[in-house]
């Protein structure tokens, strides 16, 4: 839709989390003009970045009882997107070849993005709108308005109004645990990625890992340096695989899908394999959680669907007063963070207006049908890496911000390729310089380097 012409008016919002999402969305609506207050319950900004080496009391995360932690960071972890692509338009994830505390590399380890997080936070000064140690427990519509209830650790709950409510609580804390026949009653150990930190509880096991995209290829690299054997299963590959792979240790081993555990310790895989494990690592993604929001049944979440949302930001009936910044998987992540609540920003000050909510149902609808019809299981209705680039330019233009650069999703995509192709290698060996030249030619046209873009591209090979 085209901008509107009504009057621009400042909301009084709540941001639920600190992390990358909760810091730009603060950012953007505050641009626009409204008063923010954010809640985040750890003692810092970063959210999933802040790396922690304490993990959930129950290693599969079932127990709705154990001790939580927020974060999915393992110590080995790196970016699987390039610097350039991640970070926010205006403020460039430049590698810090003069600070040795820091991690200049292509692909940096996650110590350097919480370095980046927080550099966005200074540089914004965005933590002056933040409450940190304090939890939300409910969010809820009163009379046109949302009431927010918090509390800090240990104290007493404080409920307050607000115009309107962005979720930015993320995805990467309620873990999801994929079905195995006979998996309750295998003997050995079970844990999920989310719990996962560093190798060492696994030296001298055989390990069955579940899942091979970019966690489950990192850690069972990762766990392949201590363990006698490590076995891969892998939903993506065909019924019959089974490949010896000779990186890093020569102990690692690709598979189908798992048939069945059984009560000796044994995994039988559907290729006919049998392997008798000491643990088994699920790398089987996670679960989209709101447990503090109450809207009467409306917002419900079904096979990883959160349904109703319009875009992937707006439940219509809701809208705009509640948003979502942050639902969709894909890999310009922190540019979508930015167009996402720049949009949000202006539905919420008058300046652009969505379509009714019935029109929003319909388009809802007509998504899903697309779907349906292409064969994608309703688990992947928010993965929108293949589309991400049409996705976020058609954002841009109903907030009339500028559209995404062809480069971002030319390095994404194509590191995502050889992700696939040489998981162990993609990070350090790549084949796309034109597209680093390119992006920091574009840094340097708006002055958002103060080097010569040689400067980055020499000292980075």
Known sequence: MAPAQNPITSKHVAVIGAGAAGIITSRELRREGHSVVVYEREKQVGGLWVYTPKSDSDPLSLDPTRSKVHSSIYESLRTNVP?????????????????????????????????????????????????????????????????????KSGGFLKDEIYDAVVVCNGHYTEPNITHIPGKKSWPGKQIHSHNYRVPDPFENEVVVVIGNFASGADISRDIAKVAKEVHIASRAKEPHTYEKISVPQNNLWMHSEIDTAHDDGSIVFKNGKVVFADSIVYCTGYKYNFPFLETNGYLRIDEKRVEPLYKHVFPPALAPGLSFVGVPAMGIVFVMFEIQSKWVSAVLSGRVTLPSPEKMIEDINAWYASLDALGIPKRHTHTIGRIQSEYLNWVA??????????????????????????????????DDDELIEEAYKDFSKKKLISFDPTYYIENGK
């Open 83 to 151: 610097r350039e692509s991640m970070g926010v338009r205006d403020f460039p994830f430049l590698p810090r070849f003069d600070d040795e505390s820091r991690d200049p590399r292509r692909y940096p380890n996650h110590r350097e993005v919480l370095a980046y997080i927080q550099d966005f936070a200074r540089e914004f000064k965005i933590e002056e709108m933040i409450r940190f140690e304090t939890e939300v427990v409910r969010v809820e519509p009163v009379d046109g308005k949302w009431r927010v209830q918090s509390k």
């Open 397 to 430: 233009e109903e907030c009339g911000c500028e559209l995404v650069e062809r480069w971002r999703g030319q390095e994404v995509d194509g590191g995502y390729l050889r992700l696939v192709a040489h998981p162990e290698t993609y990070r350090d060996e790549w």
